[in-house]
């Protein structure tokens, strides 16, 4: 390399290396050259996709990025804090216009970088705002927070929808308006603020028809279903007995059906809650699809107090409440363990032994997943030896899976326990569609809410050791 080439590289490089010579540039350099190495050592993990581990996808997404776009502002603040101290000076730089060389250069060179750095840059934007959509990121990330809906929401029909397609739906402006409202959580994790249990978003949730409704259309006719309800006594036999119901779905097209009265075309339903949770409605404003429109009071509820109440248009989650994140209670949950063969029916008393040792307090999960197994298995093998050996395996797995129902519904460190989350489906567990129809919700002329069984469902075995229906229809 001759001279000339020589001072022709240090007059381009020059203003750069004098510009750039300042703690607050090198510190930028710094954290853009070490975000730059860290990007491309990771970037097998973007070209895979999701990331599993959340504390992984928090570096790679969301710190790594904002490392990287602060280096690249503190470059040209350093430059720019060096550039006004030194005016005024015996020996100023060249002026700072077009026909400076060096500034031309510079420039170029500030373009290209830039270039470079917007690729890397909108790259790691791109990934973050897909990795904070995310089920791991929503599930995961703040692990303690989460983990009661998390846990629910792999044990419920919408385990393989991703949580944003319920919570924010298509659209910018509900993605920018979860976003700032994260911001707020973040900051209650950081401080350890949050409430808990933490409350169910009734008010913030976007409308229904903006996002269930894109696979479940109020349209589509359900028709009648056929339902089948099996109950385990608390009994040495743990005698089993089922309810059959054929519920009245309907449809939005109109006609009979829950489905029909509620949502069908031109009927608009509203209602003014009396409580945060929505569980006491005082008073229900209907109109039928002929333009009909009938006020409901609850009983003792005075016209002047509901007025001051806030109106609420009825949507789907007014009842499908739970419809990802449901929580059982006790005897329902494990009548179903033991339909499903996963608590075995053959171990005397295993009902009243299971709900028991569900329904007790313990201090910690970690608790009661030592006290549950041990305190179920010892039951058997001092008051019912024969059974527990002869049955071994089936006390053991039984055992897991009375610990099972616990692990999914009881979180004493966020304060949910049994009920914590009423579920407005149905009337056994919570007050639920009795909220309204209560035949104590009447209107000025006398007319009441109707608690008619017949209207959602007609009932055709009450708890029925061998329900002659189920024979007939070949399902005994």
């Known amino acids: 390399m001759n001279g000339e080439t020589r001072s022709s590289w240090r007059g381009w490089l020059s203003p750069l290396v004098h510009l750039s010579n300042n703690w607050i540039s090198f510190i930028g350099v710094a954290l853009v050259t070490g975000a730059s190495v860290f990007w491309f050592f990771l970037l097998p993990t ?236 005082p008073w229900v404003r209907y109109r039928d699809a002929s333009g009909k429109v009938t006020e409901y009071f609850a009983e003792g509820a005075r016209p002047e107090d509901v007025r001051k109440l806030p109106v609420r248009v009825m949507d789907c989650v007014d009842c499908h409440n739970r419809p990802t994140h449901v929580f059982e209670v006790p005897e329902r949950a494990v009548d179903e363990a033991i339909a499903a063969g996963e608590i075995s029916a053959g171990l005397p008393f295993v009902k009243k032994t299971a709900v028991e040792l569900l329904k007790k307090s313990y201090g910690s999960r970690e608790e009661a997943a030592k006290t549950i197994p041990a305190a179920f298995q010892s039951f058997y093998k001092e008051r019912y030896p024969q059974a527990a050996d002869g049955n071994g395996a089936a006390v053991g797995r039984s055992a897991q899976s009375v610990l099972a129902i616990y692990s999914r519904n009881i979180f004493p460190q966020m304060n949910v326990t049994w009920g914590t989350y009423p579920n407005n489906i149905g009337h056994t567990d919570f007050p639920g569609c009795f909220r309204c129809h209560d035949d104590q919700h009447a209107s000025r002329d006398g007319r009441k809410i109707s608690q008619d069984c017949n209207s959602c469902h007609n009932l055709l075995a009450m708890e029925e050791e061998s329900p002659k229906v189920l024979g007939e229809l070949g399902l005994q």
């Open 46 to 281: 973007l070209m895979r996709g999701e990331v599993e581990n959340p504390y992984s996808g928090i570096l790679l997404f969301l710190v790594l990025p904002g490392v990287f776009i602060t280096g690249l502002l503190l470059i040209p603040l350093g430059i720019y804090v060096l550039r006004r101290r030194e005016r005024g000076r015996a020996a100023p730089l060249p002026p700072l216009d077009w026909r400076n060389a060096d500034l031309r250069r510079l420039v170029w060179f500030v373009i290209g970088a830039t270039l470079v750095n917007g690729v890397i840059a909108s790259q790691l934007t791109y990934s973050a705002v897909g990795y904070m959509d995310s089920v791991t990121f929503c599930g995961l990330t703040c692990h303690q927070v989460m983990s009661p809906e998390y846990t629910a929401y792999q044990n419920s029909p919408h385990a393989r929808v991703e949580c944003v397609k319920c919570h924010i739906g298509p659209g910018a402006s509900w993605f920018v308006r979860s976003k700032l409202s994260g911001v707020g959580q973040v900051f209650a994790v950081a401080l350890n603020t949050y409430p808990r249990p933490i409350p169910a978003p009734v008010e913030n949730l976007r409308p229904a028809r903006e996002t269930c409704e894109a696979c479940h259309w109020p349209q589509k006719y359900g028709g009648d279903r056929l339902r089948v309800v099996s109950h385990f006594a608390e009994d040495e036999k743990n005698t089993r007995t089922k309810s059959v119901l054929m519920m009245h779905i309907g449809g939005g097209n109109g006609g009979p059906g829950i489905h029909g009265f509620h949502v069908a075309q031109g009927i608009v339903v509203e209602y003014a809650p009396a409580d945060e949770k929505r569980q006491v409605i």
